[in-house]
């Protein structure tokens, strides 16, 4: 029997997907930048038809891709050109809210919900799950979970692995491991859930997960404001954080290049101020409070930096119109860019303090390997996160194929001098995007060698086949 006949038989014909046109967006990403074949797609109903086709692949040798929503930056979802094609594991079916438990805060969901849905249930129980992203109307929970997805909250609510309490993951031999506990203390030896959320899907197939969820907040206050530099946004976040404390949630930063792209490439954005500023911050608080004290309290911190020239200009939402329009320019910054041309995205992050050197010497290396190249900025800056983006556009990467034999080696060489500055400054060429299979190289380059044999022996002892996303997030060694 064949292994698309035996998988059939295994969870149904209908769940298991061979045409060119099923898997058409299965085997490339979004961007149209990573591709490679695939055996099937398979989309099973629950974690025991997960197991069946984890146990079908190990008896075959036939590698399994997680994929969520394939909305991945490094290629981590999408299959490699070489090697034995996988048979692609889709969770789509499994997106069940289990349950909700308000008092306890916290939710059972499986792994294929998508993360707005979970949202949408949390907030209709009164609570919040607060991590959020722009690719949240599509991207699954468990792929969140899989890759730590981390986001706009991250200041107030920390990474998705701050907010899961328990797991249900199929192992390589096909045990489902059922740790899908509710609790905020349990030191019961080690925490084995923290191994799978960050793996990529290399050690395990997430198939549920308990989430942490926390007060939904009723009051917010946003505003957007133009500023001179991100040493200025710096002493902004500061001022903010001393007099808001944890009801700051979010403070995003974009440079001026990034938000004329988006007001150029997305119908219907605008800037939110009028006056231009060569650098933007979004600012969010929220809580629980009645009345306008939040608004109130905002407008007299912008009054105040005002004053003391640490502000250009500054719009405070008046409406949750406004609000979401604000939001809506932030979360289109990967949409304009697409649209835009060809951005060499990186995701590193630094020391809040580091920030403002880090962008001036990121800028200064790339711009010695290619000339006046335009730079785009996204940063999570309460977070020190942030995405250092050389940009093309489509006639300007073009003419670069024209002009050089090696079109990626040149765009490996910006990326690694971009990387090599944040690494310099004692932080990472991967804060939230993860690894995939387009940072091995990086894996290899910045990682200690104690880290990776560590890493390396977890892998071989729950994944002895390397079955699991080979080729992913560890490199060959």
């Known amino acids: 029997m064949d292994v698309i006949a035996e998988l059939s038989g295994l969870i149904g014909a209908d769940a298991v997907l061979t045409s060119k046109s099923d898997l058409e967006g299965a085997t490339e990403d979004w961007r149209g930048r990573y591709r490679g074949p695939a055996l099937c797609l398979v989309r099973p109903s629950n974690a025991e038809q997960v197991a069946a086709v984890v146990r079908c692949c190990a008896r075959r040798g036939i590698p399994l891709l997680p994929q969520g929503g394939n909305t991945s930056l490094c290629g981590g979802a999408t299959p490699s050109e070489t090697g034995p094609a996988p048979v692609i594991l889709n969770l789509a079916r499994m997106r069940a809210v289990r349950g909700i438990d308000p008092v306890n805060s916290t939710m059972e969901v499986e792994a294929g919900c998508v993360l707005a849905t979970v949202q949408e249930a949390a907030a209709a129980a009164g609570r919040l799950y607060p991590v959020s992203l722009g690719a949240e109307g599509s991207c699954q929970i468990g792929g969140t979970i899989a890759t730590n997805a981390g986001g706009t909250s991250v200041l107030r609510y920390g990474n998705t692995r701050d907010n899961v309490l328990g797991l249900e993951v199929v192992l390589a031999d096909g045990t489902i491991w059922s740790g899908l506990y509710g609790l905020r203390k349990n030191n019961t030896g080690y925490d084995l859930k923290h191994l799978f959320i960050g793996s990529e899907g290399t050690l395990g197939i997430i198939t549920a997960a308990t989430l942490k ?168 800056l309460g977070d020190g996160n942030v995405h250092f983006i050389p940009f093309f556009t489509f006639d300007a990467w073009n003419a670069v194929g024209n002009a050089v034999a090696d079109r990626e080696a040149m765009a490996a060489a910006i990326r690694h001098a971009v990387n090599d500055e944040a690494a310099r400054l004692h932080g990472t060429f991967s804060a939230e995007h993860g690894v995939g299979r387009v940072q091995l190289g990086e894996m290899a380059r910045y990682k200690p060698a104690a880290e990776l044999a560590l890493m390396r022996a977890v892998k071989q002892a729950l994944d002895p086949q390397n079955l699991f996303n080979p080729g992913r997030l560890l490199p060959p060694g």
């Open 213 to 380: 969820l926390h007060p939904l907040p009723t009051r917010h206050a946003v505003a957007w404001v133009g500023i001179a530099d991100p040493a200025d946004a710096l002493t902004l976040l500061t001022r903010v954080q001393e007099r808001c404390g944890a009801r700051l949630s979010a403070f995003e930063m974009i440079n001026r290049l990034q938000l004329d792209l988006v007001v150029e490439q997305v119908p219907g954005r605008r800037s939110p101020i009028e006056t231009p500023a060569d650098w933007h911050v979004l600012i969010e608080l929220s809580d629980n409070s009645d009345g306008d004290a939040l608004d109130m309290e905002l407008q007299l911190i912008l009054e105040d930096a005002f004053g003391d020239g640490l502000l250009t200009d500054a719009a405070l939402a008046a409406s949750d119109a406004q609000r979401h329009a604000m939001w809506e320019v932030r979360h289109s910054v990967s949409e304009a860019n697409k649209k835009a041309g060809v951005g060499l995205t990186t995701d590193c992050a630094v020391p809040l303090s580091a920030v403002p050197a880090f962008i001036d010497a990121a800028t200064a290396a790339v711009q010695a390997l290619v000339a006046d190249l335009p730079v785009i900025v996204v940063a999570h």
